[in-house]
């Protein structure tokens, strides 16, 4: 993993502009605590912050390479190539020699050798950016399922990118603004925001499974990966040996390190189904770690979490003979990291699930560099509400949104009225449903349970993986996520909701899967949500700072929603406030109004 940046520009002499790379540069420094490189040219620079997992010594960034032409190729990564060991050997078969271990020096030699065309080779989480010194040319890819970020500008006659926002306006002409529709991706989709969109005006995330050339005549953005809509003719049992052969496989690929490893424990299915595969493919010790939060003050009163997860992640831990650690988030914590979320997003965030999460990563960063998580399961294999329930999946608009408010409603009636929060809603959803691949001849039900898997894959994971990246490398942790693997992803798109929900259970294809490797207590949980807190001692005193907050004349959050309405919402309405997730819980739509107010205090609303 890793923290990246640069500045490209056609017009100017960017030799001269090493303080800026710098300031960009130390802006990932939690990304990257282990080194810091920068490479500068005539119009290319670029800045590196490393986090050492791979060929600790040799794996040095950014990389230079020298092509076939004698003109330096140079990389700036961040991420993991799980397959850089088959692709060394097929370069190496192709005439290229290595002087490192590493999968950078893999990924810059693929590029000499295949050009552009190297993303169609690549098994892994990445985003990285190669300029081609003799076609004075800049590439920018990011993985297929988005895993790692990626954000870029252009600015004059060039362009300046960055893992996070923060980086970018690190640049003296890059600023801190937000316009309309800014406004409206944090207030009408907050829980799944547009692709692309980065909310800051004039910044764009590049989508995943996209690539950019860039060069003196301009900027241009494609595709190149997304699934396809095939039949699927396997049964029951033959998909499900399809499934265990390629979770382990990819398990195979990814505990691959030269760093302590550990997994994310839940004791569900997904998280443990992960961990019991990475501890018989890995050869040394393996730990696995766990979250504890505030209980709810009365027993079984959350619905979506009907189980403490300690006991089930015990049970695991101790079957497969590991050692496991629970790091236990205080109410106290949770109040004093308020803007962790804020700080690590660039952007405002969850809450105490952001909190805890990153407390969390504290505890397996003093233990481990590299984790794996259970994290896209529901995703793929259909562990979901708004997936499995016919309100949910019969809703005219994305299906998490079935029966939820949004913050939009909280808006002034002036600046609703100019961000038209519902019509900017249904357009994204015509939007999404535009892309969804489908088969001809295909009956009604078959092909809404395709646009529900592409909403989820395409829209939903992204706001979970954006999370999960965000809060480990706010600790310098590298997450991975066997998951998101696009050949998962393209093989469980063509499978019907019926069979992965055989006999009427919830992931019943899952389950199957990985049922030799698992206690029965554990293949047969129901599902457990990451645990968000449900003490009422928080809740209260996030809900009195919101109170305090609506209080005072200058809070910049009341330029955009009303105040009164927010007043009623927190102290009449607490139970159906709206927030950015769809989580039944008052202290995240709380938490969201602070980091709102506190992030509005330092950018500036451009209407």
Request: charged share 25%; proline share 6%.
């Given at each position: 993993m890793c923290g990246i940046t640069g500045w490209v520009d056609w017009t100017r002499d960017l030799q001269t502009q090493r303080p800026v790379i710098s300031?960009?540069?130390?802006?990932?420094?939690?990304r990257g605590p282990d080194d810091e490189g920068?490479?500068?040219?005539?119009?290319?620079?670029?800045?590196?912050?490393?986090?050492?997992?791979?060929?600790?010594?040799?794996g040095l960034q950014p990389m230079v390479r020298t092509g076939r032409n004698g003109e330096p190729v140079v990389i700036t990564f961040s991420g993991e190539i799980y397959n850089f060991h088959e692709l060394r050997a097929e370069l190496r078969s192709a005439g290229w020699s290595f002087t490192t271990r590493?999968?950078?020096?893999?990924?810059?030699?693929?590029?000499?050798?295949?050009?552009?065309?190297?993303?169609?080779?690549?098994?892994?989480?990445?985003?990285?950016?190669?300029?081609?010194?003799?076609?004075?040319?800049?590439?920018?890819?990011?993985d297929?399922?988005?895993?790692?970020?990626?954000y870029y500008a252009e600015l004059g006659e060039g362009i300046i990118f960055g893992s996070e926002p923060k980086a970018l306006l690190a640049?003296?002409?890059?600023?801190?603004?937000?316009?309309?529709?800014?406004?409206?991706?944090?207030?009408?989709?907050?829980?799944?925001?547009?692709?692309?969109?980065?909310?800051?005006?004039?910044?764009?995330?590049?989508?995943?499974?996209?690539?950019?050339?860039?060069?003196?005549?301009?900027?241009?953005?494609?595709?190149?990966?997304?699934?396809?809509?095939?039949?699927?003719?396997?049964?029951?049992?033959?998909?499900?040996?399809?499934?265990?052969?390629?979770?382990?496989?990819?398990?195979?690929?990814?505990?691959?390190?030269?760093?302590?490893?550990?997994?994310?424990?839940?004791?569900?299915?997904?998280?443990?189904?992960?961990?019991?595969l990475a501890a018989r493919e890995f050869t040394g010790e393996l730990t696995s770690f766990s979250v504890s939060v505030p209980a709810p003050s009365e027993p079984g009163s959350d619905l979506w979490r009907p189980s403490p997860d300690e006991p089930y992640a015990k049970l695991v831990a101790e079957r497969l003979g590991l050692k496991?650690?629970?790091?236990?988030?205080?109410t106290g914590s949770l109040v004093d990291g308020i803007e962790i979320g804020l700080q690590a997003r660039d952007l405002p965030g969850w809450g105490d699930l952001d909190t805890s999460m990153y407390h969390l990563f504290q505890t397996v960063r003093s233990n481990c560099t590299v984790a794996l998580s259970g994290e896209s399961a529901d995703e793929m294999f259909g562990g979901y509400t708004w997936q499995i329930d016919e309100g949910f999946i019969g809703h005219t608009s994305f299906p998490w949104m079935y029966s939820r408010r949004q913050p939009q409603v909280l808006l002034r009636e002036e600046i609703r009225r100019q961000v038209r929060p519902e019509e900017y809603e249904a357009e994204r959803y015509r939007e999404a449903l535009s892309e969804v691949p489908h088969l001809d001849g295909e009956d009604p039900g078959r092909r809404r349970e395709r646009e529900v898997f592409y909403l989820g894959?395409?829209?939903?994971l992204g706001a979970l993986l954006d999370r999960k990246d965000r809060m480990s490398m706010a600790v310098g942790l590298e997450v991975r996520v066997p998951f998101a693997d696009h050949r998962l992803a393209e093989y469980l798109f063509n499978i019907p909701a019926g069979l992965k929900a055989h006999g009427g259970v919830e992931k019943a294809l899952l389950r199957q899967a990985c049922a030799d490797l698992l206690p029965d207590e554990i293949v047969n949980r129901p599902k457990s949500a990451y645990p968000a807190s449900q003490d009422p001692e928080y809740r209260e005193t996030v809900r009195t700072m919101v109170?305090?907050?609506?209080?005072?004349?200058?809070?910049?959050?009341?330029?955009?929603?009303?105040?009164?309405?927010?007043?009623?919402?927190?102290?009449?309405?607490?139970?159906?406030?709206?927030?950015?997730?769809?989580?039944?819980?008052?202290a995240i739509g709380l938490s969201y109004l602070l980091e709102l107010n506190r992030w509005l205090s330092r950018v500036r609303v451009v209407t």
């Amino acid at each position: 993993m890793c923290g990246i940046t640069g500045w490209v520009d056609w017009t100017r002499d960017l030799q001269t502009q090493r303080p800026v790379i710098s300031d960009m540069t130390r802006t990932q420094i939690p990304r990257g605590p282990d080194d810091e490189g920068a490479w500068l040219s005539r119009h290319a620079a670029f800045g590196h912050r490393r986090l050492a997992v791979i060929d600790i010594e040799g794996g040095l960034q950014p990389m230079v390479r020298t092509g076939r032409n004698g003109e330096p190729v140079v990389i700036t990564f961040s991420g993991e190539i799980y397959n850089f060991h088959e692709l060394r050997a097929e370069l190496r078969s192709a005439g290229w020699s290595f002087t490192t271990r590493s999968d950078t020096e893999v990924l810059l030699t693929a590029y000499l050798h295949w050009g552009t065309d190297l993303v169609t080779h690549l098994n892994g989480m990445y985003a990285f950016a190669i300029w081609d010194e003799q076609r004075q040319q800049l590439l920018l890819v990011r993985d297929r399922l988005g895993i790692k970020p990626l954000y870029y500008a252009e600015l004059g006659e060039g362009i300046i990118f960055g893992s996070e926002p923060k980086a970018l306006l690190a640049h003296p002409e890059m600023k801190a603004e937000v316009d309309l529709e800014g406004i409206a991706e944090l207030m009408a989709v907050p829980r799944a925001r547009t692709p692309g969109h980065a909310v800051y005006r004039g910044m764009r995330e590049l989508k995943p499974g996209h690539l950019v050339v860039a060069d003196a005549s301009g900027c241009r953005e494609s595709r190149y990966w997304r699934v396809e809509a095939k039949p699927h003719t396997k049964d029951f049992d033959a998909s499900t040996a399809d499934v265990r052969d390629l979770l382990t496989d990819i398990v195979h690929r990814q505990i691959v390190a030269d760093v302590p490893v550990g997994t994310l424990l839940s004791g569900g299915i997904d998280s443990s189904a992960i961990t019991a595969l990475a501890a018989r493919e890995f050869t040394g010790e393996l730990t696995s770690f766990s979250v504890s939060v505030p209980a709810p003050s009365e027993p079984g009163s959350d619905l979506w979490r009907p189980s403490p997860d300690e006991p089930y992640a015990k049970l695991v831990a101790e079957r497969l003979g590991l050692k496991h650690i629970v790091t236990k988030v205080s109410t106290g914590s949770l109040v004093d990291g308020i803007e962790i979320g804020l700080q690590a997003r660039d952007l405002p965030g969850w809450g105490d699930l952001d909190t805890s999460m990153y407390h969390l990563f504290q505890t397996v960063r003093s233990n481990c560099t590299v984790a794996l998580s259970g994290e896209s399961a529901d995703e793929m294999f259909g562990g979901y509400t708004w997936q499995i329930d016919e309100g949910f999946i019969g809703h005219t608009s994305f299906p998490w949104m079935y029966s939820r408010r949004q913050p939009q409603v909280l808006l002034r009636e002036e600046i609703r009225r100019q961000v038209r929060p519902e019509e900017y809603e249904a357009e994204r959803y015509r939007e999404a449903l535009s892309e969804v691949p489908h088969l001809d001849g295909e009956d009604p039900g078959r092909r809404r349970e395709r646009e529900v898997f592409y909403l989820g894959l395409t829209r939903w994971l992204g706001a979970l993986l954006d999370r999960k990246d965000r809060m480990s490398m706010a600790v310098g942790l590298e997450v991975r996520v066997p998951f998101a693997d696009h050949r998962l992803a393209e093989y469980l798109f063509n499978i019907p909701a019926g069979l992965k929900a055989h006999g009427g259970v919830e992931k019943a294809l899952l389950r199957q899967a990985c049922a030799d490797l698992l206690p029965d207590e554990i293949v047969n949980r129901p599902k457990s949500a990451y645990p968000a807190s449900q003490d009422p001692e928080y809740r209260e005193t996030v809900r009195t700072m919101v109170v305090e907050m609506i209080d005072d004349p200058d809070a910049p959050l009341f330029d955009l929603m009303d105040r009164e309405r927010v007043r009623t919402a927190v102290t009449s309405e607490l139970d159906t406030l709206p927030g950015p997730i769809t989580a039944r819980t008052s202290a995240i739509g709380l938490s969201y109004l602070l980091e709102l107010n506190r992030w509005l205090s330092r950018v500036r609303v451009v209407t």
